[in-house]
């Protein structure tokens, strides 16, 4: 017996992927979910690496056998990708040996179900590990969410943040973080009070979340008008792109605020970056952007210091004409 709705969304929201190089396998398996689930199929374990970069299905229905890339191997790509390692995985498999059922398990899948597929015995492992994972996914969005600008908090960082570092110190590659702060917060809420000033840091932060295109870029919101911004994968250049996109588009919502230079709502930025032959720790790194972010405010706000611009560029001040709107 399963509730309907599980933090919003129901089974008819959620998204299957299936994985099989028959084109004949795949129309069966997309036959018998289409009134459960939306389906959708690629043809091979890089396909599904592929999609899973760009999308995070709810769940994996996989075929073991594939030529080039496995079933076992794609999952275990999968398993060892962050944003992936929570995706749940359904081998489809035509041997049901104890060997080949070890095997299975050990992949890392959360069930199989064996060739010729039973039609019932599908639906239902379907929809029992979708439930499942609605519910985990619910259970973390209240433990790792801040309420009010829905932007990941300090736990989730704790929890996520050395795992982050171990993963592109495994893969060598860089890591970025950026430091935003609202300039003169205190004075936006001293003149237009603290529901503004809420209604303000929701709105700053869905815009920043909006423009993190990556599903592995996160936002954190680490103090009362701090954030946090993790990019992995991303190096100094493209973190200064990134940063600077970012200030510009806060900049372009026009939020007035007559006590800031600005005339509107704007942020000051540090970025520090962790490349992969770096050894510092990360905590050495927040401290750098962290004093990048300083460096910011003292020399003027609404802008970005980089220690991966050249020093004439290092600080860039974020502007445009457009008339002014207020929250
Ligand atoms: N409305 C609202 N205000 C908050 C929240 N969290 C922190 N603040 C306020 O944010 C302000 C931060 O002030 P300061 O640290 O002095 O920084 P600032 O005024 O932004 O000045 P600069 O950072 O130097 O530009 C304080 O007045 C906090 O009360 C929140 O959740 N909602």
């Known amino acids: ?50 999609y899973c970069k760009h999308n995070t299905p709810d769940l994996i229905l996989m075929d073991v056998s594939m030529p080039e890339m496995d079933g076992h191997h794609t999952t275990a790509q ?9 995706i749940p995985v359904i081998f489809v498999t035509s041997s049901s040996t104890e060997e080949e059922e070890s095997r299975c398990w050990a992949s890392g899948c959360v069930d199989f179900v064996v060739k010729p597929v039973n039609a019932c015995t599908l639906r239902n492992r379907v929809k029992s590990h979708i439930h499942h994972k609605l519910r985990s996914d619910f259970l973390e969005t209240l433990i790792y969410l801040d309420k009010l600008t829905g932007a990941y908090n300090r736990h989730y960082l704790d929890d996520f943040l050395p795992r982050l570092v171990r993963d592109s110190e495994r893969n060598a590659s860089p890591l970025s973080l ?52 993790i990019l992995p994968g991303t190096d100094g250049e493209g973190a200064v792109a990134v940063a600077e996109r970012l200030l510009q588009t806060v900049y372009d919502l026009n939020i007035i605020h007559s006590s800031s230079e600005y005339g509107r709502v704007t942020l000051s930025a540090g970025l520090a970056i962790k490349n992969a032959n770096d050894d510092k720790t990360i905590d050495f790194v927040m401290l750098e952007a962290d004093k ?36």
């Open 1 to 50: 017996m399963y509730i309907d709705q599980v933090g919003g969304r129901t089974l008819a929201d959620c998204n299957v992927l299936i994985v099989d190089d028959q084109a004949s396998s795949r129309l069966v398996l997309e036959t018998l979910l289409e009134e459960t689930v939306n389906c959708f199929s690629v043809d091979s374990g890089k396909q599904a690496i592929e």
């Open 292 to 327: 990048n972010l300083y460096s910011a405010k003292t020399s003027g706000r609404n802008r970005l210091v980089s220690p991966s611009l050249s020093s004439a560029k290092k600080e860039k001040t974020i502007g445009s004409s457009q008339p002014q709107k207020t929250v």
């Open 178 to 229: 950026v430091i935003f702060d609202v300039d003169h917060f205190k004075l936006f809420n001293d003149m237009y009070g603290h529901l503004d000033g809420d209604s303000c840091l929701w709105k700053v932060s869905k815009t920043i979340s909006d423009e993190l295109l990556r599903p592995m870029d996160k936002l954190v919101r680490i103090g009362g008008e701090e954030f946090l911004v």
């Open 78 to 86: 999968l398993r060892a990708t962050p944003s992936c390692e929570h």
